[in-house]
């Protein structure tokens, strides 16, 4: 996991790939937590979501989860892979565990209950 | 407050996630749900199902007192026999659903739900007057551990049990010097064995069984793949697929249903009506045909019309695919092949009425 992202109380991260630009994604303790992922079902391209507005499910064999996004912004691209073979989130050499990427022009007051990645760690563990 | 079972530090040095169910702390997995899952068809599995209840009917009336409790005819069994049976309201409503074993005249053993145990009892004693019947509780005295799976018996055998009880019948064994019960019954649809066995020799067995099955390829099994597992069998769960409001013969257990018992029982009116003319609902496989798990609670549609609701509902991890459990309304042009929908999230997704068991049983039934 990279150490500059920012994450929920509900498990999603955020991270900044470009200007305006971020990943979407759920943390690893979220990927430990639900177990067999077995499916994911991700927004069409182009669709946009307000900060934590539903934008995406997983379903573990047990239960499905609503993904919120963690901040405002319209889909650029999906990852593909993760919807065609869900199981790739639990392998643990697969690093492409970002959900969709976004553009956004959210600001400051949006970011602000978002945790430092180091945060988040100390309140879940 | 919530129970354990003498297996909890186990369950924990083991390294499982622990779930709370019907009112006890359970493992609901140890690896992975579909690993665990795999085992248990490919090899063998065991599980820690202390949470059911045991209890026991003696007495001289235990027999006619069982057979008021339940539609099947409990005078059939012989020494040792067990059958699965459901305990029914006035209404035919089935209040648990049990495995009834005869141990010996006038005494039977009572394998009930957890989560049901206490309106099991107290639905009992509503209906012992007149009847010289003693019914004990002996659920907080026994662990039960099952060992399932394709080389389950073989590791029993292997433990010098030459003669493993048939099918559906129980057997007092020694295993490792502990006395015990053994029955030759589960709830993943493999061949295997249930133990039974006093709570102060379960941590004691439950190493011994691992130990032993390691050239088995034993694995301890959780909740998770138990449920899994008892799906792709279409073995009802309570309390999801079973509860007061559904009779055994919309549940499509009618075969669990005698036909020539003659004494009176509860419910038996709406029963034997409903086995005439059909229940208010019946239960049906599902496959989904477009990309979607059906899950408890989600409704069922044909022709944009509700129609019922999924009971049970997940991936099958043999099969590759997802199924369900449902209940639909009885209508005539809906069969096996049919297409009807189930709405997930706002969506209707296609599913196709199949044929249950979803996945051979590999146990005698």
Avoid at chain 2, 124 to 142: P, Q, Y
Avoid at chain 2, 330 to 353: C, F, W, Y
Wanted: proline share 3%; charged share 30%.
């Amino acid at each position: 996991m990279n150490e500059s992202m920012l994450c929920t109380k509900t498990h999603e991260y955020v991270l900044e790939i470009d200007k305006n630009k971020y990943e979407v994604g759920i943390t690893d303790y979220a990927i430990e937590q639900l177990g067999d992922i077995v499916f994911v079902e991700l927004p069409e391209n182009g669709s946009e979501f307000a900060k934590n507005e539903v934008f995406a499910t997983i379903e573990s064999v047990k239960a499905a989860s609503e993904i919120y996004m963690p901040i405002s912004g319209k889909v650029i691209e999906i990852n593909e892979e993760i919807a065609d073979s869900p199981e790739l989130l639990n392998d643990e050499n697969y690093e492409n565990k970002w959900f969709v990427k976004i553009e956004s022009s959210a600001d400051q007051v949006e970011f602000a209950d978002l945790m430092d990645y180091s945060d988040y760690k100390e309140e879940v563990e | 407050m919530t129970k354990q079972t003498f297996l909890h530090d186990k369950h924990i040095a083991l390294g499982a996630r622990m779930v709370d169910f019907a009112g006890w702390n359970m493992p609901v997995q140890y690896s992975s749900i579909i690993d665990e899952h795999k085992t248990v068809r490919e090899a063998a599995g065991i599980f820690d199902v202390s949470h059911m209840g045991e209890i026991i009917v003696k007495g001289e009336d235990s027999l006619p007192f069982l057979n008021k409790l339940v539609p099947q005819d409990i005078a059939k069994l012989v020494d040792k026999k067990a059958v699965y049976c459901q305990m029914t309201n006035k209404n035919g409503g089935i209040i648990d659903d049990l495995i009834i074993y005869k141990l010996e005249e006038q005494k039977y053993l009572v394998i009930a739900n957890a989560s049901r145990i206490d309106d099991d009892l107290n639905w009992m004693v509503r209906n012992k007057i007149g009847f010289d019947v003693t019914i004990v509780n002996e659920s907080h005295n026994f662990s039960l551990l099952a060992v399932q799976g394709p080389k389950a018996c073989d590791l029993i055998r292997s433990l010098g049990v030459n003669v493993l009880p048939e099918f559906f019948m129980i057997k007092r064994e020694e295993l490792f010097y502990i006395n015990v019960w053994i029955s030759r019954t589960g709830y993943t649809g493999e061949d295997g064995v249930e133990i039974l066995v006093r709570n102060e020799f379960s941590e004691y067995l439950w190493d011994k069984l691992l130990e032993a099955g390691k050239s088995f390829g034993i694995k301890p099994i959780g909740l998770g793949a138990r449920d899994t597992l008892r799906l792709e069998a279409s073995l009802h769960l309570y309390g999801n697929d079973l509860d007061e409001d559904t009779t055994p013969v919309e549940a499509g257990l009618s075969w669990s249903v005698s036909k020539t018992k003659t004494e009176d029982y509860n419910g038996k009116s709406v029963i034997e009506e409903q086995l005439k003319n059909g229940g208010r609902k019946k239960l049906i496989g599902l496959k989904m045909l477009d990309k979607g798990i059906a899950r408890h609670g989600y409704d069922v549609y044909y022709e944009n019309e509700k129609i019922g609701v999924i009971t049970s509902g997940g991936i099958s991890p043999c099969r590759g695919d997802n199924i369900a459990l449902a209940y639909i309304k009885p209508l005539d042009n809906l069969t096996v092949g049919s297409t009807i929908q189930v709405m997930i999230r706002e969506k209707l997704h296609n599913a196709e009425i199949v044929k249950r068991p979803f996945v051979t049983k590999h146990n005698k039934v």
